[in-house]
C-alpha cells in the first residue's frame, strides 16, 4: 500500500487501521487530484485554512480559561466567597484538564482525531454556556461546570499539533506552530480583556462567559467543513510498517526513555509555573504595588479598580506576538550553526527572563512603571519557548505517540506547574504576613512572587541539558524501526489490515 492509495484515506472514528487517516474531501476548490498529490492527503491550500482554523481555536481555548480571571472580583462578590474558595475555580479545571489528557491523547494516536476535537469543543461551548447562568446560592455548580470545561479543552490541545505537524515539515512545520502558539498569550491577554470590558458593559459578569461559547460553535462549524483529517507521518514519507500502533504502556516506556522529550517536559514546566503564577497574581500585585506607593487608594467599596487587569491583558497580547516570533527567528538561524538550537534558545529564554521578573517585582515599591516595564521584558523573552517546544516534542517522538506525548507533557507541566503554583504563592504570602496593613499585603506577596525568577532559571538548566541529547534523540525518531514483532500485512474480509507476526505464527 502507497501512501497516495486512496483506499487509505478513509478511516473511521471507530477504526484500528493503522493509516489512512484522511476523509474524502467533497468540498468545492480542492480537486481529487490535488488531494492525492500531497502526501499527507491535503492540498496546500487547505493545510493552511486547517492551521488558520487551529489558530482561531487555540485562541478561543486561552480566552475561555482567563475570562473567569478577569471578572474574579465580581465573581467573589456574587457568591460572597474568599480568595481560597475562587481559586477552586482554576484549580477545578487545571485538574480535569491534565487528568483526562491522556485519555485524549490516547484516542488521538488511534482514531479520527477530527471527530474528537469536534465533539469536545462541542461540549466546551454548551457547557461554558451553561455556567453562565448559574445562581447565587449555587457556586458548586459552577465549579462543576468548569471542571467540565477542562473536558473538552483536554481533547484540543492534545490533539491539534499533531496535525500541524502531519502536514508540515521542517522550518515551515516550526512556522506554523509558531503561528498556533501565538495564541496562548495573546488569547489569555484577551481574556483579561474581553472578560473586564463585557462585564463593565453590561454589568453583570455572566455576560462575560458567553462570548467564547459562541464563538465555540463557529469552531465546530469551521472544523467540519474546512478542516481535512491527514495521514499521520506521511509528509515525513515514513515506510509504512515503521508506523505501526503499540500499546500504550510501550509508548510510555519508550517515552520514558527519550532523553530530550522528559527534559524538555521539565523545562517546559517551569514555564507553566511560571505563568501560572503571574496570570493569577500579576493584576493583584500591580494593584497593591500602586497603593502601597500612593498612586492608587485602597480597595474599600466594592467595585474595585480592575484597569490593572487591562493593561496586563495588553502587555500579554504584545509580548506573546513578539515573544514567540522572536523565539522561531532566533532559533531558525541558529540551526544553520548547530542542531542544538532549539533547547538552546528555550534555556537564553528563561535566563534571560529570570533577572527581568526579579527586577520588576524589586521595582514595584519604587514604581509601577519601571515594574511594567520589567514585566515586558521578562514576558517577551518567557514566551519565546512556546512554539520551539512544541516542535522539540513533534521531531523527537515518533508520529503515532506524539498525541500521547502531548497529553504526557500537558500533565506533568500542569500537575507541577500551573496547577499549583498560584495557590503556593499564595499559601508562601499568607506566612510571611506578619498583619493585614496594606504594607504587609504588599511586601509578602512580593516576596513569594520572587520564587518565579528562581524556578525560571531552573527551567534553563533543563534546557541545557535538553541540548546534550536533542542530535541523539531526533536522529532516533527519524530512523526509527520497528520491532521484532512488527506488523505484517494480512488479508482480512477483503481488505488489508495489520497484525502482530506473533499472531500468525505457529
Not at 16 to 26: A, L, R, V, W
Not at 106 to 113: K, M, P, T
Not at 180 to 187: D, L, N, R
Amino acid at each position: 500500500m502507497s501512501h497516495t492509495d486512496p483506499t487509505s484515506d478513509t478511516t473511521p472514528f471507530f477504526s484500528d487501521d493503522t493509516e489512512g487517516e484522511g476523509s474524502p474531501d467533497k468540498d468545492g476548490g480542492h480537486s481529487p487530484q490535488q488531494e492525492e498529490d500531497s502526501p499527507s492527503g491535503v492540498s496546500d491550500k487547505r493545510a493552511f485554512l486547517t492551521v488558520a482554523v487551529l489558530c482561531y481555536i487555540n485562541l478561543l481555548n486561552y480566552m475561555d480559561r482567563f475570562t473567569v480571571a478577569g471578572v474574579l472580583p465580581d465573581i467573589e462578590k456574587f457568591f460572597n466567597i474568599n480568595d481560597g474558595t475562587s481559586g477552586l475555580l482554576q484549580t477545578v479545571f487545571i485538574c480535569s484538564y491534565m487528568f483526562l489528557a491522556p485519555v485524549f491523547g490516547y484516542l488521538g494516536d488511534r482514531y479520527n482525531r477530527k471527530i474528537i476535537m469536534c465533539v469536545g469543543i462541542g461540549f466546551w461551548s454548551v457547557v461554558t454556556l451553561a455556567s453562565s447562568f448559574i445562581g447565587k446560592n449555587y457556586f458548586w455548580a459552577l465549579l462543576f461546570t468548569r471542571g467540565l470545561v477542562g473536558v473538552g479543552e483536554a481533547s484540543y490541545s492534545t490533539i491539534a499539533p499533531t496535525i500541524i505537524a502531519d502536514l508540515f515539515i521542517k522550518e515551515k512545520r516550526t512556522n506554523m506552530l509558531s503561528i498556533f502558539y501565538f495564541a496562548i498569550p495573546v488569547g489569555s491577554g484577551l481574556g483579561y480583556i474581553v472578560g473586564s470590558q463585557v462585564d463593565n458593559l453590561a454589568r453583570d459578569w455572566h455576560w462575560a462567559l458567553r462570548v467564547t461559547p459562541t464563538l465555540g460553535l463557529v469552531a465546530v462549524f469551521l472544523l467540519l467543513f474546512v478542516v481535512k483529517e491527514p495521514k499521520r507521518g506521511a509528509v515525513e514519507a515514513r515506510p509504512e510498517h515503521t508506523l505501526h500502533r503499540t500499546s500504550w504502556l510501550t509508548d510510555m516506556k519508550s517515552l520514558s526513555k527519550n532523553k530530550s522529550f522528559v527534559l524538555s517536559t521539565f523545562g517546559f514546566t517551569a514555564v507553566a509555573f511560571v505563568t501560572g503564577s503571574l496570570a493569577l497574581w500579576a493584576p493583584a500585585f500591580l494593584f497593591r504595588a500602586a497603593v502601597f506607593t500612593g498612586e492608587k487608594q485602597p480597595c474599600v467599596v466594592e467595585p474595585c479598580d480592575i484597569s490593572d487587569s487591562l493593561y496586563f491583558g495588553i502587555i500579554t497580547c504584545v509580548t506573546g506576538v513578539l515573544g514567540v516570533a522572536m523565539g522561531v527567528w532566533v532559533s531558525q538561524r541558529l540551526r544553520v550553526r548547530t542542531p542544538r538550537a532549539d533547547p538552546l534558545v528555550c534555556a537564553a529564554g528563561l535566563l534571560l527572563a529570570a533577572p527581568f521578573l526579579y527586577l520588576s517585582i524589586i521595582f514595584a515599591q519604587i514604581s509601577t512603571v519601571a515594574t511594567y516595564v520589567f514585566i515586558f521584558f521578562g514576558e517577551t523573552f518567557l514566551c519565546m519557548n512556546w512554539a520551539i517546544v512544541a516542535d522539540i516534542l513533534l521531531y523527537v517522538v515518533v508520529p503515532t505517540r506524539r498525541s500521547t506525548a502531548e497529553a504526557f507533557q500537558i500533565v506533568l507541566s500542569h500537575l507541577l506547574g500551573d496547577a499549583g503554583s498560584p495557590y503556593l504563592i499564595g499559601v508562601v504570602s499568607d506566612s510571611l504576613k506578619q498583619s493585614d496593613s496594606y504594607i504587609w499585603q504588599f511586601r509578602s506577596l512580593q516576596l513569594s512572587l520572587l520564587l518565579c525568577s528562581f524556578v525560571a532559571v531552573l527551567g534553563g538548566a533543563f534546557f541545557l541539558a535538553t541540548a546534550l541529547f536533542i542530535e541523539k534523540d531526533r536522529l532516533s525518531a527519524e530512523n526509527y524501526a520497528p520491532s521484532d514483532d512488527a506488523p505484517i500485512i494480512v488479508p482480512k474480509r477483503g481488505r488489508s489490515t495489520k497484525v502482530p507476526v506473533s499472531s500468525v505464527l505457529i
